[in-house]
């Protein structure tokens, strides 16, 4: 089945305490790409990334690192979690070019910091 | 950047209505996606559409790009449709970044 996973789903953390959330894809996309969703905010882009070893800033990057060494993997790396990063996050990934440039959401990862 | 606005903002109707969503956006774009968002918070597809029509069973949508606009159409909405529905937008040279409406909750009654 075609699919974009995440794990965990759930987590509750303490600020300060470096935590990593995974995303893999199994589509063969190039674009993957993390948002947050806050509620009156809507959601917003951290950060994306074109292909391998190629990533860019979103809206709001403050505070996360991400990297990408393989093409189905795109990790949300938050180093020093704060109570303001408590979110609901969503991993995508998508086609890019050739007219075409749907894009697929993870079942997302609520996240908490204490 | 580009503004995405939804309306209406919140929508209650009982099983079996139907109803239209809209979706306007400020600049020429392309990609332009429509999502549900369950109760339990996970976002379905729901259609890609950056320009014509198209109908998946009870839904379709049209978006207009020349007018920068698009509708979504629920048919005989049932209680599983109940949720939040967001539009999402990408331009050219933006990377692809999605850029959300503001969503309309829809609540539908038994």
């Known amino acids: 089945e075609a699919q974009v996973t995440q794990n965990p789903r759930y987590l509750i953390t303490v600020t300060g305490k470096k935590l990593t959330v995974t995303c893999s894809q199994n589509?063969?996309?190039?674009?993957m790409s993390w948002y947050r969703q806050d509620p009156g905010l809507g959601l917003r882009q951290i950060y994306y990334?074109?292909?391998?070893?190629?990533?860019d800033k979103g809206d709001v990057p403050e505070g996360y690192k991400v990297s990408r060494k393989e093409k189905r993997n795109f990790p949300l790396i938050l180093e020093s979690p704060s109570p303001n990063q408590t979110s609901l996050y969503f991993c995508?990934?998508?086609?890019?070019?050739?007219?075409?440039?749907?894009?697929?959401f993870g079942p997302g990862t609520r996240l908490t910091v204490l | 950047g580009i503004q995405v606005e939804q309306s209406p903002p919140d929508l209650i109707l009982q099983e079996g209505a139907n109803s239209t969503l809209r979706c306007n956006f400020s600049?020429?774009?392309?990609?332009l996606q429509w999502f549900h968002q369950n109760p339990w918070g996970q976002l379905i597809n729901l259609f890609y559409?950056?320009?014509g029509t198209k109908q998946n069973g009870r839904l379709s949508a049209t978006t207009v790009a020349t007018e920068r606009y698009s509708l979504l159409y629920i048919s005989s909405s049932q209680t599983t449709d109940s949720g939040v529905y967001f539009c999402?937008?990408?331009?050219?040279?933006?990377?692809?970044?999605?850029?959300f409406g503001g969503g309309t909750r829809l609540m539908v009654k038994p």
């Open positions: 995508a990934s998508g086609t890019l070019g050739g007219g075409y440039n749907e894009q697929f």
């Open positions: 589509m063969n996309h190039e674009y």
């Open positions: 990334s074109m292909n391998v070893e190629v990533t």
């Open positions: 600049d020429s774009v392309n990609n």
């Open positions: 559409i950056p320009s």
């Open positions: 999402a937008v990408a331009r050219n040279n933006a990377g692809n970044m999605l850029t």
